[in-house]
């Protein structure tokens, strides 16, 4: 079993930073994708960005160029960097990890306001 346990979040202005970090634990698969996916109120669930365990990274084309995803194999975490953030950021973002099972966090609110 993998528990990945969300980190960050929280409230900023639309042009302000916010730091997300996921960390696995458990008997994780060390061939592995990771990454977020939000959803916003009255939407479906999107992929956000990913991250495998070559680095190899996959990003929206909402967030390309203002979201940084990386990943520390080490630590077995994930992180993503959101800059720019704009109002229709604002979503829970949970953390995933792929592997032979699909394993996924609780989530963690990221609000943007205008």
């Known amino acids: 079993q993998v528990q990945l346990v969300e980190s960050g979040g929280g409230l900023v202005q639309a042009g302000g930073s916010l730091s997300l970090s996921c960390a696995a634990s458990g008997s994780i698969i060390s061939t592995n994708i990771m990454g977020w996916y939000r959803q916003a109120p009255g939407k479906q669930r999107e992929l956000v960005a990913r991250?495998?365990?070559?680095?190899?990274?996959n990003y929206a084309d909402s967030v390309k160029g203002r979201f940084t995803i990386s990943r520390d194999n080490a630590k077995n975490t994930v992180y993503l960097q959101m800059n720019n953030l704009k109002p229709e950021d604002t979503a829970v973002y949970y953390c995933f990890l792929w592997s032979r099972t699909d394993y996924w966090g609780k989530g963690t609110l990221v609000t943007v306001s205008s």
């Open positions: 991250i495998a365990s070559s680095y190899s990274t």
